[in-house]
């Protein structure tokens, strides 16, 4: 089903002249509305009148995600406070946390877009959607809601965790459509198979799943599909941008259709920034044509994909983008958090005695993301006093928890133990199938 | 004077123990006594040997890491009760000890005990108040 035809099935024509018209309003909306938008483009001799075709785009300056930071909390916002009406924070850290306000409009198209993700995924307003993202600060519990409720869907907000009451709500509600992580999905299936023999999952009505803010391989959605007895669909969105739905997977599961009547999309090359041509790989940049709150421009998202047009046999016309594997910088997304190994460093840093030399790996044990931090041992760390290591570790991961935000196991090893290439430690294995 | 102990950090996997009595050997390093403290993934080697600091600054150069600490050494009959003895001695003065282990001295009628306290000069102390005989490196390695 398409949620809203006239948009998602506009010819190719029409669609860049509402793009262009959308894109010059963003602009000139940023410039005109928030000081740190029109000092930039001072600076950077670009002037929004400039903006005559698609193509001039590639002069304006791009936005990074070190912008946000600086310009916390609300720094970057076009609306005065009165007009925001939410709030989300990127996930991550605290320190690092990036917010981003929504209006009332704003949120509506949020909640279009969801609802257009779950149409396109197959549901409709006779569907019970169970929403087993988390609800916070993190826009994928909320967004989803407010987008299954648009739909018209029966909405069970029972947010992440909780795998028992999960497999008993589908199981009690005859919830058709469930929404989470990929790796919470297999831990529902894993939790089936080892605790409730008895139970069939393929019994019950459940049939869709929408699964997101964590990369996914084919493989772990044939996994998903097989042992769920379901058909699995990737939303796709970040919550610098909006949150879920800025593009999501149709029925044919070949790429995700981009909601082009609300974000402009280019892919450029990371280490140069020019653009490049269509169905090549490269870091997917967004502009968002309609927010009023936080308009994105030329947001460098990290993101690797290609955009292409394949004349999709759902009808929608707009472009596809390729699930996101890869990243452009060496950010790890671990449970849905982001977490850079500068952040790692950071905390490692902290505890007196440790060795710039560690290793992160990352692994998916039992469908859930395992970190451990490898630890060399040196001269400080080391006490004779098995106590005092233990407390050492406690203490390393104590600090994880507090600061990003995720359980690490943390091995203490011998010194030369970490490979090292070029004399420069390797830091990040990440052994994750995805 | 207090006895200085070798302490070697080590991974609990085969091989690695042997790597460092094979480092030390190499070089010379008699070991008079030597147990280890062990966890799942790693383990701390607590040794007295001939020459600490040498067996540190030796070690180090093969990238293994160790640290030496100083602990007490005292002498004890080789007989039922003499460890309760001396137990008796810290509890009265509610000392905790840090961790402990024995050898044979170089007399049949004696055994040899290393205490480990976060406070060892009141330790000590006790031990001097009740009359032990706190033992030197030399008394355990002999002249070198």
């Known amino acids: 089903m398409i949620f809203n035809k006239k948009f998602e099935t506009m010819p190719e024509k029409e669609l860049k002249a509402l793009q262009l018209e959308r894109l010059k309003w963003t602009v000139h909306h940023a410039y005109d509305n928030c000081s740190y938008y029109r000092e930039k483009y001072d600076k950077a001799?670009?002037?929004?009148?400039?903006?005559?075709?698609?193509?001039?785009?590639?002069?304006?300056?791009?936005?990074?995600?070190?912008?946000?930071?600086?310009?916390?909390?609300?720094?970057?916002?076009?609306?005065?406070?009165?007009?925001?009406?939410?709030?989300?924070?990127?996930?991550?850290?605290?320190?690092?946390?990036?917010?981003?306000?929504?209006?009332?409009?704003?949120?509506?198209?949020?909640?279009?877009?969801?609802?257009?993700?779950?149409?396109?995924?197959?549901?409709?307003?006779?569907?019970?959607?169970?929403?087993?993202?988390?609800?916070?600060?993190?826009?994928?519990?909320?967004?989803?809601?407010?987008?299954?409720?648009?739909?018209?869907?029966?909405?069970?907000?029972?947010?992440?965790?909780?795998?028992d009451r999960q497999v008993m709500l589908i199981k009690d509600y005859g919830t058709t459509l469930l929404v989470c992580t990929p790796s919470f999905a297999l831990n529902i299936a894993d939790f089936i198979e080892k605790k409730m023999p008895d139970f069939d999952i393929k019994q019950t009505s459940l049939r869709i799943g929408v699964f997101g803010a964590e990369p996914w391989s084919e493989s772990m959605r044939d996994e998903i599909e097989a042992r769920l007895g379901i058909k699995a669909y990737d939303i796709y969105g970040l919550s610098e941008v909006m949150g879920p739905g800025v593009s999501s997977e149709c029925s044919e599961k070949t790429g995700l259709h981009v909601n082009e009547d609300h974000f402009y999309v280019e892919v450029i090359d990371p280490e140069t920034g020019e653009?490049?041509?269509?169905?090549?790989?490269?870091?997917?940049?967004?502009?968002?044509?309609?927010?009023?709150?936080?308009?994105?421009?030329?947001?460098?998202?990290?993101?690797?994909?290609?955009?292409?047009?394949?004349?999709?046999?759902?009808?929608?016309?707009?472009?596809?983008?390729?699930?996101?594997?890869?990243?452009?910088?060496?950010?790890?997304?671990?449970?849905?958090?982001?977490?850079?190994?500068?952040?790692?460093?950071?905390?490692?840093?902290?505890?007196?005695?440790?060795?710039?030399?560690?290793?992160?790996?990352?692994?998916?044990?039992?469908?859930?993301?395992?970190?451990?931090?490898?630890?060399?041992?040196?001269?400080?760390?080391?006490?004779?006093?098995?106590?005092?290591?233990?407390?050492?570790?406690?203490?390393?991961?104590?600090?994880?928890?507090?600061?990003l935000g995720i359980s690490a196991k943390i091995t203490l090893v011998e010194p030369m133990t970490i490979a090292r290439s070029e004399g420069k430690a390797v830091r990040v294995i990440d052994k994750r199938n995805i | 004077m207090n006895v200085t102990q070798l302490s070697v950090?080590?991974?609990?996997?085969?091989?690695?123990?042997?790597?460092?009595?094979?480092?030390?050997?190499e070089n010379d390093i008699n070991i008079t006594a030597l147990t280890i403290s062990e966890t799942?993934?790693?383990?701390?080697?607590?040794?007295?040997?001939?020459?600490?600091?040498?067996?540190?600054?030796?070690?180090?150069?093969?990238?293994?890491?160790?640290?030496?600490?100083?602990?007490?050494?005292?002498?004890?009959?080789?007989?039922?009760?003499?460890?309760?003895?001396?137990?008796?001695?810290?509890?009265?003065?509610?000392?905790n000890i840090e961790y402990m282990y024995a050898f044979p001295g170089k007399n049949d009628e004696k055994s040899i005990m290393i205490f480990r306290f976060d406070d060892i000069d009141a330790a000590k102390e006790a031990l001097l108040a009740e009359y032990y005989h706190i033992l030197e490196m030399t008394d355990i390695i002999g002249e070198h």
């Open chain 1, 275 to 403: 653009v490049l041509p269509e169905g090549e790989m490269g870091e997917i940049v967004y502009t968002s044509l309609t927010k009023e709150a936080f308009p994105n421009i030329r947001y460098r998202s990290r993101d690797i994909t290609r955009l292409f047009h394949d004349s999709c046999k759902c009808g929608r016309t707009f472009v596809k983008m390729e699930k996101v594997t890869g990243r452009s910088d060496d950010m790890l997304i671990i449970r849905g958090v982001n977490v850079f190994p500068s952040q790692i460093e950071d905390v490692l840093i902290s505890v007196e005695g440790t060795d710039p030399h560690y290793q992160i790996i990352v692994d998916r044990k039992k469908a859930l993301d395992d970190i451990e931090v490898v630890v060399e041992v040196n001269e400080k760390l080391f006490s004779d006093e098995v106590k005092v290591m233990d407390a050492i570790k406690r203490d390393i991961s104590d600090r994880f928890k507090k600061s």
């Open chain 2, 9 to 25: 950090f080590l991974e609990n996997r085969p091989g690695h123990l042997q790597n460092i009595l094979r480092i030390l050997s």
């Open chain 1, 45 to 163: 001799g670009f002037h929004p009148d400039q903006l005559k075709t698609l193509d001039d785009m590639r002069r304006v300056p791009f936005q990074t995600k070190q912008e946000m930071r600086d310009n916390y909390p609300f720094g970057l916002f076009a609306v005065p406070l009165k007009d925001v009406v939410r709030v989300h924070s990127s996930s991550g850290t605290t320190g690092n946390a990036t917010v981003v306000g929504y209006t009332r409009n704003d949120l509506s198209i949020f909640s279009e877009l969801v609802a257009r993700s779950l149409a396109a995924a197959g549901a409709d307003e006779n569907d019970i959607v169970q929403v087993a993202f988390g609800y916070g600060l993190f826009t994928g519990g909320l967004g989803l809601h407010y987008g299954a409720e648009r739909l018209g869907a029966m909405t069970v907000p029972i947010s992440a965790g909780n795998t």
């Open chain 2, 40 to 95: 799942a993934e790693y383990g701390v080697v607590r040794m007295i040997v001939n020459d600490a600091e040498r067996a540190g600054i030796i070690l180090k150069k093969n990238n293994i890491t160790s640290r030496t600490t100083e602990v007490i050494a005292i002498e004890i009959d080789d007989r039922p009760g003499s460890l309760y003895g001396v137990m008796d001695a810290f509890s009265r003065r509610d000392m």
